[in-house]
């Protein structure tokens, strides 16, 4: 109501600062500020996974360190379109979790290899979560145990031994 009584269509200026601000949006529900966390965290996996591997294959190269350190300043400063998502959408990638991310990936090449790295990709269940970026060491931990059973597993084995036939 405050928007629409200061509100003057003939001014262009106005229009282009309440689209850039957002502040023409609805404030987001608990579960859409959930949605976008889960979003930030798989963007920072994925973020980190390229910066980790183009690292590795880049290592060689003649200052590399260099290109690496360019491209990750300009990451970390955004373009417009980075901007524009982030006033639209509510998301910011934040250059501590792409760090942590990539820092992630390279922990559980040097304990697992690349292999078993590239492996967690293939079902989301396997991949790390948002918590994982802050506790590397907890997420390989996890990866080094073995699946325990659950009470499905268990009550599905129970059913089983029971209607197999007695030898």
Not at 23 to 28: G, N, S, T, V
Not at 84 to 99: I, M, N, Q, S, Y
Not at 129 to 153: C, K
């Amino acid at each position: 109501m405050e928007l629409a009584e200061d509100f003057d269509p003939t001014n262009a200026e106005a229009m282009k600062e309440l689209l850039t601000t957002g502040a023409l949006l609805p404030e987001r529900t608990e579960e859409q500020n959930r949605a976008l966390e889960r979003l930030e965290s798989m963007l920072a996996l994925i973020e980190g996974w390229v910066d980790h591997v183009t690292g590795l294959a880049t290592a060689r190269l003649p200052k590399s360190d260099a290109l690496g350190e360019a491209i990750r300043r300009r990451r970390a400063s955004g373009g417009p379109a980075e901007h524009a998502f982030a006033t639209l959408v509510g998301l910011e990638l934040r250059p501590r979790k792409l760090r942590e991310a990539s820092a992630l990936w390279g922990e559980i090449h040097r304990e697992l290899g690349a292999e078993a790295r590239d492996e967690l990709w293939r079902h989301p269940d396997t991949l790390p979560h948002g918590e994982d970026l802050d506790n590397p060491a907890g997420f390989l931990a996890r990866l080094a145990e073995p699946a325990g059973d659950d009470d499905f597993d268990q009550a599905l084995r129970d059913l089983l031994d029971e209607e197999s036939p007695e030898s």
